[in-house]
């Protein structure tokens, strides 16, 4: 069984991954909506080059992390994993509105 290096647990059996897309792949962007020539060779053409590459894998049956994989696409031997830098932090939501406090009886109107 083929045993994949993950970063972050050590080499797991392969039915544990799923595997992602090349690092060097551009997803078409919102402007080729309607191109389908443009769809059509992102996902069905893609013209593999003999040689390692480094690809996108997550740890799916795992602990979950995504991380980068170089492997040659000819032998099948897997190089190094590396961990992919963490996920920006969220933004902080503002807290809501104080809202304001109800106008005095005994104030309202007067002025001194």
């Known amino acids: 069984m ?3 290096p993950c970063p972050y647990c050590g080499p797991r059996p392969e039915p ?12 078409p962007g919102p402007e080729a ?7 059509s060779a992102y ?10 590459r480094e690809e996108r894998w997550c740890h799916t049956h ?3 992390h995504w991380f980068l ?7 099948g031997a897997l190089g190094k994993a590396t961990r992919l830098a963490a996920p920006p932090p969220r933004p902080q939501e ?8 109800p106008p005095d009886p ?3 109107g007067e002025s001194s």
Not at 43 to 52: K, M, Q, R, S, T
Not at 94 to 101: C, L, R, S, V, Y
């Open 16 to 27: 544990e991954f799923t595997g992602g897309t090349d690092t060097d792949r551009i997803r």
């Open 33 to 39: 909506f309607d191109e389908n020539d443009a769809w």
């Open 62 to 64: 795992g602990c979950g």
């Open 106 to 108: 005994q104030t309202d």
């Open 69 to 75: 994989l170089e492997r040659d696409i000819e032998t």
């Open 2 to 4: 083929l045993l994949i």
């Open 43 to 52: 996902l069905f053409h893609d013209a593999v080059a003999p040689g390692e």
């Open 94 to 101: 503002p807290p809501p509105p104080t809202p304001e406090p």
